[in-house]
């Protein structure tokens, strides 16, 4: 049975940082490519990054050179460290993975099986 645990999440000003964890169990996070969405109320759902099995990265313009998806195998976990926070970042986030291998470069939720409860963050001006 796949599980994926969030944490990190909280409360921080503008332009803080927080670091959000994914851990698996169930599941490989070298395996196929796991990613982060995060879903604001009233809003839909965003992909905001996605690492491939390969190692590479792919990022939503909004989110690009200030959050960094990467992945630690060694402890079966998955991170998304987040820089320069702005208010609109604020919103429920989420971890999700692939159980197949699909290489195509977007962050689509039709991509993941699997997915996490989710961890609030919160960004205050």
């Known amino acids: 049975q796949v599980q994926l645990v969030e944490s990190g999440g909280g409360s921080v000003q503008s332009g803080g940082s927080l670091r959000l964890s994914c851990a698996a169990s169930g599941y490989s996070v070298n395996r196929y490519s796991m990613a982060w969405f995060r879903q604001a109320p009233g809003k839909e759902r965003e992909g905001v990054a996605r690492?491939?099995?390969?190692?590479?990265?792919l990022y939503a313009d909004s989110v690009k050179v200030r959050f960094t998806i990467s992945r630690d195998g060694a402890k079966n976990t998955l991170y998304l460290q987040m820089d320069s926070l702005k208010p609109g970042d604020t919103a429920m986030y989420y971890c999700?993975?692939?159980?197949?291998?699909?290489?195509?470069?977007?962050?689509?939720?039709?991509?993941?099986?699997?997915w996490g409860q989710g961890t609030q963050v919160t960004v205050s001006s």
């Open positions: 690492i491939f099995n390969s190692g590479g990265t």
């Open positions: 999700a993975a692939a159980r197949d291998y699909n290489p195509r470069s977007v962050i689509s939720a039709d991509d993941c099986a699997y």
